[in-house]
């Protein structure tokens, strides 16, 4: 069996150097080989000597961060190559204290259009018709000058507002 070489290019999700401490596993598709390494990582890493065979081994590749949310995909690694990959990792919505969001006006006319044509059946506005506009924005507001509210489910919220908000408005714990 031959050996291939993985290069990885880490950011978050604002593009930024990763700078983290990262756990990456392969876990092969054909066989019962797992490969692990913990490792202090900035932006790029290289691995050496994974085992591949002939035109490619199928690996399932897992990269866990300390401070982001994990992300995993499969990759095919062929004898001999090197295979190079972007990977941005999305925030832990666990880690995050506040949001500063933009005011309706303040997002983008493109996100405003999509805002104000939504009809999203969980959204129904008191009476009838769909929330739709300015209204989406308004539980973002919450979170400019204080600690977040939650309405009903925290977890949903969470991952609802953090969805929603560009990673430049987000504020984590360290």
């Not at 876990?27 to 000597?49: C, D, K, L, P």
């Not at 972007?86 to 919505?93: L, S």
């Not at 739709?132 to 308004?138: C, E, R, Y």
């Amino acid at each position: 069996m031959g050996k291939a070489t993985l290069q990885l290019e880490l950011s978050n999700a604002a593009g930024a150097d990763l700078n983290d401490f990262l756990r990456i596993e392969l876990f092969s598709a054909t066989s019962s080989t797992h490969t692990e390494n913990n490792t202090r990582v900035q932006r790029n890493i290289t691995v050496n000597g994974i085992e591949a065979a002939g035109a490619g081994t199928v690996y399932k590749l897992v990269l866990t961060p300390s401070n982001y949310r994990l992300v995993q995909f499969f990759i095919t690694l062929a004898d001999g190559h090197t295979l190079a990959q972007k990977v941005a990792f999305p925030v832990d919505p666990a880690r995050v204290v506040a949001i500063q969001a933009p005011t309706f006006a303040g997002l983008d006319p493109r996100v405003q259009t999509v805002l104000a044509q939504s009809e999203i059946p969980r959204f129904q506005a008191p009476g009838s018709g769909f929330l739709q506009g300015w209204i989406f924005t308004k539980p973002l507001t919450c979170f400019r000058d204080s600690k977040p509210v939650y309405s009903t489910s925290l977890q949903s919220q969470r991952r609802l507002r953090c969805a929603m908000a560009p990673p430049a408005w987000i504020t984590t714990t360290a």
